[in-house]
């Protein structure tokens, strides 16, 4: 029996010194008023680094159309059209590899362009396309930028159309005819509240 009271107890004072040891940690842990407050700077306060200064919207090569017009065309016709690139670099090498979509053929002009790229800035991609059927299409720009030992590229398209776009001079849609409206049979339910 004795022996039984010495392991309870034992046991007794071995809960009352752990639960003292977890209230005892509980009351030496660091409030807030004692942590020493760091401020960092906000944002307007940041000194702008080299990464600020290049990369300001999307990343990739800064390389863009000069003029986003739409080049027309007539069906059937061949005709010339000079899409030009801008890029503000003062060196390096740029290189444009050119595909029209489909059913847009280029005729004449390079398909790869390689420039040293200087103050110039403008850079002309002169082509000689054909079309024979009318809609939209559009000539596909890959291009690669190395400078500096390290290459960007971007992916571009200009928008060539080809005949009549379905707009009237207000610049709507014009209405399609009711003979092409194709009728399928529907089933509604109507909720009233």
Do not use: W
């Not at 990464?51 to 919207?57: E, F, L």
């Not at 040293?116 to 559009?138: D, I």
């Amino acid at each position: 029996m004795f022996r039984k009271m010495e392991i309870f107890s034992c046991l007794l004072l071995s809960v009352l010194l752990i639960g003292g040891c977890s209230n005892e940690a509980a009351s030496t842990k660091p409030s807030l008023d004692n942590v020493p407050v760091v401020e960092q700077p906000s944002d307007h306060q940041k000194r702008p680094t080299d990464h600020d200064k290049t990369h300001r919207g999307k990343p990739g090569a800064d390389v863009k159309l000069l003029e986003n017009v739409v080049h027309r065309l007539e069906p059937g016709v061949a005709a010339e059209v000079v899409p030009t690139l801008t890029a503000d670099y003062q060196e390096g090498l740029m290189t444009v590899s050119l595909t029209g979509s489909e059913g847009l053929h280029i005729l004449e002009g390079e398909t790869h362009y390689t420039f040293p790229l200087t103050q110039r800035n403008e850079y002309p991609l002169p082509l000689r396309l054909l079309a024979s059927e009318p809609g939209r299409y559009y000539i596909q720009m890959q291009i690669t930028v190395d400078q500096q030992g390290r290459r960007t590229a971007r992916a571009l398209s200009a928008i060539v159309q080809v005949g009549d776009d379905g707009r009237t001079e207000t610049g709507r849609q014009k209405a399609a005819d009711p003979g092409d409206v194709i009728r399928l049979p529907a089933s509604e339910t109507i909720i009233q509240h």
